[in-house]
């Protein structure tokens, strides 16, 4: 029996099909799968981390993921009927994370930052010049990204699945570490397959406590908002207001609006840039989104180095 995308993964709970029964203990789906080719590369501690699944179908592994211990788990998926057992799967069990329908090539610019990209047998579905493009902006979007690849015939308008392509592709990333083929041997439905870990050479993770910046006056703000003050009795609007004082009331006002717009938008959604910092350490851009991370309690950030 073939599966479809839509029963592409096993979900606890379902009716299991003639297939799902043959896949039970294999190294090479569903749990085993994210045990045997995603969780070797995935850092012991997860607290602060974001973990994007491109082509997640149902969203296994978000559960996984928050399991492990990741604050921020996102599954995108093009497949409205695998992401509708998703859905269910999710709210049936309290899981917080989130799957979004959206087609992989159209999702990279809506999703934050994150420090793993999982794209496991999918990246052979892009078109290969909307897969380029797609690792353009990735580079500077994600530490990690894990792909899961197996044997599969190259089509030309495709990317290709071999180990070989995919480090031409991954060309200005660091040296990927990589799983081989696990022993077939013994598996009940084995599968010829392996997985590769590319790190971005431009993204980090550091301490917020590491970073320095000059201007404090906003770091109470976020509090003062959450308590309901007024935005033009805040500090910051009122010490703003002293500061510039060229500006009209007007200006400072939409001025302390904005921030407290990308307040909500970074509790909401999460960062969609890096900090840009120097060699000591020292923020260049994006005091405020340290600030906000730092009230959100944060211990770490995403970081760009000039």
Known sequence: MVKSFETYQQIPGEPMTRRDKQEVG??????GKWDNFVLPFISDDCEDMTLVDVGCNAG??????KDKGFRTAIGIDANGEAVRRGVKY?????????IRLQQMEECIDKLPMSDYTILANVHYYFYIHNWLQYLDK????????????????????????????LKRYFKQWEEPLI???????????????????????????VQLDSLSYNNHIQDNFYKELDDGIDI???????????????????????HIVSKKELYEDVKKNGLF????????????EGNHRCAIMKHLGYKTILIRRT
Do not use: M
């Open 26 to 31: 294999s190294k090479f789906w569903n749990q």
């Open 60 to 65: 296994l592994f978000l559960k996984l993921a």
């Open 90 to 98: 999710r709210d049936s069990i309290d899981g917080d994370y989130e």
């Open 138 to 165: 990735l580079i500077s979007k994600t530490r990690y990204c894990i792909i899961i690849t197996s044997i599969k015939r190259d089509r030309i308008c495709e990317a290709s699945a071999s180990t070989e392509s």
């Open 179 to 205: 799983i081989p083929k696990p022993s077939l041997e013994g598996d009940p439905f084995p599968r010829h397959q392996w997985s590769l870990c590319f790190k971005s050479p431009l993204i980090e993770r």
């Open 232 to 254: 033009r009795k805040t500090q910051y609007y009122i010490e703003t207001k002293q500061y510039r004082r060229k500006w009209t009331e007007e200006n400072v006002f939409k």
């Open 273 to 284: 840039q890096p900090l840009i910092i120097d060699d000591n350490n020292k923020i260049l």
